[in-house]
């Protein structure tokens, strides 16, 4: 059976004291209920050290908004991998949409990245996704295709079955709109047909692949109910406890 995720992005949110107190309230709500899935957040940097020790000993597991695709070197502002295992990541989201479009990431550097994270020993959370004009063209298959192709060009099936994937349409992120259960279901089923070609059935139903944009307790049983989607990557909806806490039990 595949892993069911909950992952919350907190993107530029939070400072340390309003993350200590998020996170509190989380482990606090969490701690005596029966969760049957794995939960995941993501503060941004400046919190991962105080997130990390209040996580301490408990289910809920710490991961980064992005790192550099060095080891180390003259890259002002860039985090690397081992910075991120020093202070307690198992995690990493990479690709992005808003570092695709805003930062102008490439496919290139986005694979660069994912091997390198595997490399480190943390799991890249690999997104991906189409703008509205690319999905009113009818091209969100090929978009999805080249973003699979050249994301996890040149990695083992073995390195390619520790990621974790995430469909999150561009214009569905922070929009308040949001792909129906069906639409992001026919992606999703997409997805992993494309892992079926590309390496073996085992690996295109063992990868877990999540939905991402515009995830609310009012849409998130209905989408996790669907076949092929296997959790959420939780954007705005993580930034509220009792929002949060929600989407993971749907």
Not at 5 to 32: D, F, P, R, Y
Not at 35 to 62: A, H, M, Q, W, Y
Not at 63 to 70: K, S, V
Not at 187 to 214: A, C, D, M, W
Request: glycine letters at 8%.
């Amino acid at each position: 059976m595949r892993r069911r995720i909950i992952a919350g992005n907190w993107k530029m949110h939070n400072n340390l004291s309003e993350s200590q107190n998020l996170v509190t309230k989380l482990v606090n709500e969490l701690n005596n209920q029966n969760i049957n899935r794995e939960v995941i957040i993501c503060p941004p940097f400046t919190s991962l050290t105080e997130v990390s020790n209040l996580l301490d000993g408990t289910k809920i597991e710490l991961g980064a908004q992005n790192m550099h695709f060095e080891d180390k070197g003259a890259f002002t502002g860039e985090i690397s991998a081992d910075m991120l295992k020093s202070v307690g990541c198992k995690y990493v989201i990479l690709g992005h949409s808003e570092r695709r479009t805003i930062f102008g990431e490439s496919d290139e550097i986005i694979n660069k990245k994912i091997k390198q994270a595997l490399n480190a020993g943390l799991i890249p959370i690999f997104c991906m996704g189409e703008t509205l004009e690319q999905r009113e063209d009818g091209i969100t298959n090929d978009v999805i295709n080249n973003q699979v192709s050249e994301g996890i060009k040149e990695l083992s099936e073995e390195d390619v079955n520790k990621i974790i994937i995430a469909y999150e349409p561009i214009w569905a992120i922070g929009t308040g709109k949001t792909a129906t259960p069906e639409q992001a279901q026919e992606v999703h089923k997409f997805i992993r047909s494309l892992l079926r070609e590309n390496f073996s059935e085992n690996t295109s139903q063992n990868i877990p692949i999540l939905y991402g944009g515009s995830v609310k307790p009012n849409n998130a049983e209905d989408i996790l109910a669907k076949e092929d989607i296997d959790g959420a990557l939780v954007g705005g909806a993580c930034l509220d406890t009792d929002s949060f806490v929600s989407i993971i039990k749907a």
